[in-house]
């Protein structure tokens, strides 16, 4: 059995000790190309820019929020500090940390559902956790989240 998988910046590619070289240049080579389409296609085309951004923003207020949230500017920002995201509800702005540019697309949706919902409802209360949860990852995305800034010792907690 051939895997490969990412460990920080390192690419680790498990082979059986049987192969030959040949073999093991061969599926070198496949398993990176394989790691290089998943990753490319787990990272969401709202990374690209601030438009693409805002043009995300607007499928996910349709599909989850009754089109209803529609913020007057979204933009990436550097990476912040102690948070994954912030909304200002009275202006309509909402601000990406660049940290989360090449999370899986379905954990960046999760975190601009957050900040939609906050244009809504600007606490944390019960109606406010209501629409957030009308996105089906919501859960496993907030536990990749914490498990993102435990790993790069982070000071970001519960709040995206």
Do not use: N
């Not at 990412?6 to 790691?35: C, F, I, N, Q, Y």
């Not at 990374?47 to 949230?69: F, K, N, V, W």
């Not at 409802?121 to 209501?130: C, I, L, N």
């Not at 907030?142 to 907690?157: K, N, Q």
């Amino acid at each position: 059995m051939v895997s490969a998988y990412r460990e920080g910046d390192t690419v680790v590619v498990l082979l059986p000790a049987r192969m030959s070289r040949v073999e093991e240049e061969h599926w070198v080579k496949e398993m990176l190309s394989r790691l290089q389409r998943s990753e490319t296609r787990r990272r969401s085309p709202a990374r690209t820019s601030d438009e693409a951004l805002l043009a995300r923003c607007g499928e996910l207020s349709t599909r989850y929020l009754d089109d209803r949230a529609t913020p007057t500017s979204v933009r990436w920002v550097p990476p912040m500090r102690t948070r994954w995201a912030s909304c200002t509800p009275a202006e309509g702005t909402i601000r990406v940390s660049a940290r989360l540019r090449d999370v899986p697309s379905w954990v960046l949706d999760y975190v601009l559902v957050h900040e939609l919902a906050h244009l809504r409802v600007p606490g944390h209360g019960a109606d406010f956790w209501e629409l957030v949860h009308r996105y089906p990852k919501t859960e496993r995305a907030m536990g990749y989240l914490e498990g993102l800034a435990a790993a790069a010792g982070l000071g970001i907690t519960e709040d995206v």
